[in-house]
Nanobody, 121 residues
């Protein structure tokens, strides 16, 4: 299974970006999907976690400016980021809990390699 994030880049303060995360490979179902970010020297920070029904919980860092969504038919998660600030600069990661087969008793957590977001004028 691969998770691939895309959509990062350089944006000016106040701008917007939409990140995508596509899961591919042997997948029966994608359960929870989450968005995280990390800056060098700091722990990875949870931003949003979505369940398979689309219910979403946000942490304080993401509330109000970030919107997470998913398209289950495409095994894809999105993170819409608005009103970006320089302190939002980080590598953004997604993860997904995946059941690989219909008979699988458990799901396994997979991570993408991240996409860099830089907010600077």
């Amino acid at each position: 299974v691969q998770l691939v994030e895309s959509g990062g880049g350089l944006v000016q303060p106040g701008g917007s970006l939409r990140l995508s995360c596509v899961a591919s490979g042997i997948i029966f179902s994608v359960e929870n999907m989450g968005w995280f970010r990390q800056v060098p020297g700091k722990e990875r920070e949870l931003l949003a976690m979505m369940d398979i029904g689309g219910g979403t919980n946000y942490t304080d860092s993401a509330k109000g400016r970030f919107t997470a969504s998913r398209d289950n038919a495409k095994n894809t998660a999105y993170l819409q980021m608005n009103s970006l600030k320089p302190e939002d600069s980080a590598t953004y990661y997604c993860n997904a809990d995946i059941r690989h087969y219909a008979y699988s008793l458990h799901s396994y957590t997979h991570w993408g390699r991240g996409t860099q977001v830089t907010v600077s004028s």
